[in-house]
């Protein structure tokens, strides 16, 4: 019976999966009114950072709910506009820079294990090829080796004076 229930509602099957995919700090466990206690704001403050773009809180059966890692943002939030005197454009143009920071620095660490991986990969195939060299061949120390003499392809291409070449 739950396995049909669960069939029936794909979207909720989702929400639990992403929910198990959390990290612990990402995972929306307060109701706005314990957030708004948790962060020393009052609970309308949060909705109009919500409404500004500037929480995301998590939405279970239709009711918000905050994570610590949306209490520790409201709480920078405070901070840059009480301590600081920035309004709330200039947050949200803050949030939006520490996103990006923080997505380069992912795709920069992704990058970087890859370069790792290629620099293995191209080891592997350099010591794969430096075996497959025939072992019997000796190299021969310069000077020691005679190269047939040939003559020269381009002698009778040159114009005749009647000088006899030597």
């Keep these: 019976m739950k396995e049909r229930k669960r069939a029936e509602n794909p979207g909720a099957e989702a929400a639990r999966v992403r929910r198990e995919a959390l990290k612990p700090e990402d995972e929306p466990l307060y109701v706005i009114s314990v957030a708004a206690r948790l962060a020393d704001v009052h609970p309308q403050t949060l909705?109009?950072?919500?409404?500004?773009?500037?929480?995301?809180?998590?939405?279970?059966?239709?009711?918000?709910?905050?994570?610590?890692?949306d209490?520790?943002?409201?709480?920078?939030?405070?901070?840059?506009?009480?301590?600081?005197?920035?309004?709330?454009?200039?947050?949200?143009?803050?949030?939006?820079?520490?996103?990006?920071?923080?997505?380069?620095?992912?795709?920069?660490?992704?990058?970087?294990?890859?370069?790792?991986?290629?620099?293995?990969?191209?080891?592997?195939?350099?010591?794969?090829v430096r075996e497959s060299f025939r072992n019997d061949i000796v190299p021969v120390p310069r000077g020691e080796l005679m190269l047939p003499h040939y003559a020269n392809p381009f002698r009778s291409l040159r114009p005749t004076t009647g000088r006899r070449e030597e």
């Design 47 to 69: 909705r109009i950072y919500e409404r500004k773009g500037l929480l995301n809180p998590a939405r279970v059966r239709n009711r918000r709910r905050y994570s610590e890692a």
């Design 71 to 128: 209490i520790e943002q409201c709480r920078l939030i405070q901070e840059l506009t009480q301590e600081m005197g920035i309004n709330l454009a200039g947050v949200k143009m803050i949030l939006d820079l520490r996103r990006s920071l923080e997505a380069m620095r992912r795709r920069v660490q992704a990058l970087e294990e890859e370069l790792e991986e290629t620099r293995r990969e191209m080891e592997e195939r350099v010591r794969r």
